[in-house]
C-alpha cells in the first residue's frame, strides 16, 4: 500500500483536527493493488489491455465468476441524498459525501469490507430506488445511509423485496441502530433478571432509528403491547390522526406502530410514555429526559440516552435519578451504543457467503453474537458492550453468527464451514489492519 504525500500547500494550521484529516487525503477510498508483482513484466498489458478482454470473456460466459475475479467479490456502495446527515438536517449530496467517506473507512477498518461513497443529487425515493438497481453489477451490496425519514422505510422496504435486486440492501441508520440497541438490551437485562418478554419499554423519538428498533426487538421476541413510542407531539396511538392519515411514501410504518404498541392508549408526552417503563431508549433529542421521569420507572431501570452528540440526559444524572444501567451514543462515555459495532462485521459476513440478502434473522444473530462476546470477556454494568477499539474478535463472532445464519435461513449463495468462515473473517480484518500499520 503506497504512502499518503502530502501537500506542502495545505492550509492545515489552525483547522479543526477532522479538516485536517480528510484534506491530506488520510481517509480516502479506491482501488489499490494486493499483488508484489507490480512492476513485474507485462503486469500492466494484464491487468489491463489486451489481457483484461479474457477476463471480459470469462464473466460474460459465467456471470458468477465475476464474484471471483472482480471487485464485485467485496465491494458496497455506501448510498445518500444527504438529507438526514447525522444531527445536521438535510445538507444535501456534496456535504454529506465526508460523511460516506469516514463510513467507507469504518466499512474498511473494522470489517476488512471495501465501500465506495455514492450520493446522489435526488430527494425523489423513485430514482433513489431505481439508482440503486441500476449500479447493482459492480457492487456485492448497498448501504442506505442518512435519508430521510418516512421515505428511508420505503425505499428499504422496496429495494429488500424488489426482484431486480440479487444483492443485499440494508440502511445503517434503521437495521444498524437497532440490531446493536438488541445486542445493548440482552446484556442490559441479563445484569437486572429481567426478561425480554415482560419487560416495557418506552421508546423516545420515532424517527428510522427507534421505529426500526421496534420493528427488530418484537422480531426477536419482545412483545409490542409493552411497548410505547412518544415523539416531537407526543405519544404514538389511535388517536394520532397526524400520522395515520400520512400518506408520504413509507409513512405506513406510523400507522403500524399505533396499531401494535400501546394497548392503553395513553396520551400524553415522555414524562407518561416512561411512567412505569422498565427500559427507556431514547433516539430523539438532546435534554427531553428530566431525573424525575426516571423516578416514575419500574424498580432498575435501564436508560438508553442515544441522542448525539447530546443526550436525552446525561448519565450522572441518570444514574442519580435511579438508572440501573445508562447507555448512550458517545465515546466518552461507559456503554457507547453505536451501529459501527454491527454493519462492518454484518456485511463481511453477507460477502463470505454472497447472502442475496439481509434477513431480520440475520440481525438478531449479529446483535446476540456480540452480547454473547461481551459477556465471555467481563459483563458488567459499565461494560454491556464492547468498543470499537476492542480487537477483531467482536467483528469476527458477528460476521460468522451472520454468515451461518445466511446459511441456514438459504439466502447463502455460497456454503462455508465455521471453521472456515472464522479463519477467512479474521484474515481479511488482519490484512487491512496491517496494510494500515506498515
Not at 487525503?25 to 494486493?34: D, E, L
Not at 499483488?35 to 491487468?47: A, Q, T, Y
Not at 451514543?329 to 451504543?337: A, E, T
Not at 449479529?366 to 458488567?380: F, H, I, P, S
Request: glycine share 8%; hydrophobic share 40%; proline share 6%.
Amino acid at each position: 500500500m503506497s504512502k499518503t504525500t502530502i501537500s506542502k500547500s495545505a492550509k492545515s494550521d489552525g483547522e479543526h483536527p477532522s479538516i485536517e484529516i480528510y484534506r491530506k487525503g488520510v481517509i480516502a477510498t479506491g482501488i489499490v493493488p494486493t499483488e508484489s508483482d507490480i512492476n513485474s513484466p507485462n503486469f500492466f498489458g494484464r491487468v489491463y489491455t489486451p489481457g483484461v478482454a479474457e477476463v471480459v470473456k470469462k464473466v460474460k460466459e459465467d456471470p458468477d465468476s465475476a464474484y471471483e475475479l472482480t471487485t464485485k467479490k467485496s465491494l458496497i456502495a455506501v448510498v445518500s441524498d444527504g438529507t438526514r446527515v447525522l444531527g445536521l438536517g438535510d445538507v444535501g449530496p456534496t456535504a454529506a459525501t465526508p460523511v460516506m467517506i469516514g463510513k467507507s473507512f469504518l466499512f474498511k477498518y473494522l470489517g476488512g469490507v471495501d465501500a465506495i461513497p455514492l450520493c446522489l443529487d435526488t430527494k425523489d425515493p423513485d430514482e433513489i430506488i431505481r439508482t440503486c438497481e441500476i449500479i447493482r453489477p459492480s457492487l456485492a451490496g448497498i448501504n442506505l445511509e442518512d435519508i430521510e425519514s418516512p421515505k428511508c422505510f420505503y425505499i428499504l422496504d422496496r429495494l429488500r423485496t424488489s426482484k431486480t435486486m440479487d444483492i443485499p440492501v440494508w440502511h445503517d441508520d434503521q437495521q444498524g441502530t437497532a440490531t446493536v440497541v438488541l445486542a445493548a438490551l440482552i446484556n442490559s437485562l441479563k445484569l437486572v433478571k429481567k426478561h425480554p418478554s415482560e419487560v416495557r419499554i418506552a421508546m423516545i423519538g420515532a424517527g428510522a432509528a427507534n421505529i426500526a428498533v421496534a420493528r427488530l426487538l418484537i422480531a426477536a421476541g419482545f412483545n409490542p403491547q409493552n411497548m410505547i413510542m412518544a415523539d416531537i407531539n407526543g405519544i404514538l396511538n389511535k388517536s394520532r390522526l397526524d400520522l395515520i392519515n400520512d400518506h408520504r411514501p413509507g409513512a405506513y410504518v406510523y400507522k403500524k406502530i399505533c396499531e401494535i404498541t400501546n394497548p392503553e392508549q395513553k396520551s400524553g408526552g415522555i414524562k407518561e410514555a416512561m411512567e412505569g417503563a422498565d427500559v427507556v431508549i431514547g433516539l430523539s433529542g438532546p435534554n427531553v429526559i428530566e431525573p424525575e421521569f426516571i423516578e416514575k420507572m419500574r424498580k432498575d431501570p435501564i436508560v438508553f440516552a442515544c441522542a448525539n452528540p447530546v443526550p436525552e440526559i446525561y448519565p450522572d444524572e441518570a444514574k442519580k435519578a435511579g438508572a440501573a444501567i445508562v447507555a448512550t451514543g458517545r465515546s466518552d462515555f461507559p456503554n457507547q451504543v453505536n451501529n459501527s459495532l454491527v454493519f462492518p462485521a454484518i456485511f463481511l459476513g453477507v460477502i463470505l457467503v454472497r447472502a442475496k440478502t439481509i434477513t431480520d434473522k440475520m440481525c438478531i444473530a449479529a446483535a446476540k453474537a456480540l452480547a454473547k462476546y461481551q459477556e465471555r470477556v467481563g459483563l458488567n454494568e459499565n461494560a454491556i458492550l464492547p468498543g470499537m477499539g476492542d480487537g477483531i474478535e467482536p467483528f469476527v463472532a458477528q460476521a460468522v453468527s451472520v454468515a451461518m445464519t445466511a446459511i441456514e435461513q438459504g439466502v447463502a449463495t455460497v456454503v462455508k464451514t465455521k471453521n472456515n468462515l472464522e479463519r477467512e473473517a479474521r484474515e481479511r480484518i488482519e490484512t487491512v489492519r496491517n496494510l494500515i500499520r506498515d
